[in-house]
């Protein structure tokens, strides 16, 4: 049991972290400048989301490109193993289909490595993978939220997790990809809706935000998220990578309960560094490195909740902000609360920065051509 239960299975503190800071905004405000650039080629803008989560920062892009390019066909690809976070995306995507009625949504359950291509890199359970098209019908949102909840049953069963067997980390039991588009518009979206004989696409602009375990090396980073990514982009195409970064009242929390704790051992310096000593002289070449930028993320909370004694409340949300943010281990974080010491930690150091504050970094990389 103890091995199984690990940071990253705890949708909870994932579900109270994004409800209480800002963090997908303020991801989706640097994204923005990004999008005002990209000059879509036929047949269509194309985005890659390296994993979903609630859906909430692919919405605001999915907004920003339509803004931007209000007539440009849309396809927008994803991947999310929680079935939770896919039905969650999902309650949010009727509007976008009303407001940019030529998108192609399309979601699956696989790894980074293959989620681009739309194919699993296992082949007994390729043989297995489940294609489902809903073609959206009507032309309203309340239409559309309607059909979109019929795809439960469908999720219920393809959505399913097991442990791989080497890592013990959360895999798909069965390879599902599941495309969503209006059916009033199939004809003038025919060349981008993805098929089970055409999947692969590249893609314009591929977003991994917080896609890796803080603590794995450069390396790792590297090769299991970084270069499937890269190889995904489209020529001029940019791949923007957003992780914590720590030097912030978060960390600080995380450092004072225990000391030794290191969360951040490899950034973005030192995976670039490894990226221009490994990758090969011709990919290299081809490809622009853009210098890293911080993005500060607040915890939300009200003026009366800090001054004047801080609310149980703040508290609360505080130290889960810095758990997660510094993805501390379950059985660490149960055993810190048991003493109630960490209180006392979070009131003063919430108390000395008015608030809470932690640090993302995020650094893009674009292909040439």
Known sequence: MKKNFRFFDNRQKYLLFVTTTNEKNRIADNIHPHIKKIKPTKPALKIFDAGMGDGSLLMNVMRQSHQQHPHVPLLVSTKEISMEDVRLGLEKLPDRFVEHKNTVFVISNLHYAEAANLQSNNKTKQKKINWKHLKLKGNSSIDFSNQLRTLNPFLEKNWQIERAPKTGNPTYKTPSVLVIYRGDQEFVLNDIIPTKVKP????????????????????????????????????????????AAGKDPANQIIKKIWPKENPYPALANEITKYLKLNLPKEELKNLKFFSKKIIRCNLRALPNEIQGGIATSVIFSAWNVAIYVNQIDDFKVLDAEKSQRYQKVVANIVNKNNGLYFNNEIFVIQKKD
């Open 200 to 243: 692969a696409n590249k893609f314009d602009l591929i977003i991994a935000s917080q896609p890796y375990r803080s603590r794995i090396s450069a390396e790792k980073k590297a090769k299991y998220v970084i270069n499937p990514m890269i190889k995904a982009l489209a020529p001029k195409g940019k791949l923007i990578i957003v992780h």
